[in-house]
């Protein structure tokens, strides 16, 4: 049943953005509008979230390599992820997004102030065309999984922070999700305050804590 409810909510979802798209006068490449891609958003977010939200890695990797998607394996996992960094890091140039490698994993480090508002889970239109890249590049390697976590600072109550963390992260996934790219090869998860990478104490070490983080990693057997 929840499946069933997925596909027609995101069915419906491409239907809309497909029925409100615009050509840009000087590159004749055919755009969404923003406010279209605002209801798209919270349409898929509506239907995707208890499915992917939490969502075992285990699980996902059967689910993915079930489906005909072949693993990497080897040397060939640290060359797909070579390449795969090259194109983000020159996508995401000058966007405020960090592109960091660990190990065979890229992680996409998107600061709180350039995605969402203060105190909310929608993301910032302005931000559309950074995740437009970075879903340009996910589509393209599609052996890989995307966990998105979201963060916060520790102002407030640990329960609204991981809550908070929780819809800033289905907002990104959702977006992502919403330019084709496949839902099976996500997990998404708040972490609230939990994981700080700066001081509290500091207004410059919050504004650091409030993030996404996008973690890449190679789909292997």
Known sequence: MLFKRTMVVLTCSAFLLAACT??????GEQKTSKATYGAAIGAVAGALGGALIGRGGANRNAILLGAGIGALAGGAAGNYMDRQEAELTQRLR????SVTRVGND??????????????????????YDVLNSVAIVLKKYDKTLVDVTGHTDSTGSAQYNLELS???????ASYLITQGTDSRR????????????????????REQNRRVEIRLSPLTA
Do not use: C, H
Request: glycine residues 8%.
């Open 186 to 205: 996500f997990l998404i998860q708040g972490a609230g305050e939990s994981q700080p990478i700066a001081d509290n104490n500091t207004a410059a070490g």
């Open 94 to 97: 000058s966007s405020g997004v």
């Open 22 to 27: 615009t050509q840009d006068p000087y590159t």
């Open 106 to 127: 890229i992680i996409l480090n998107m600061p709180g102030n350039i995605t969402f508002a203060t105190d909310s889970a929608d993301v910032s239109a302005n931000f």
């Open 166 to 172: 929780q819809r800033r992260a289905q907002s990104v």
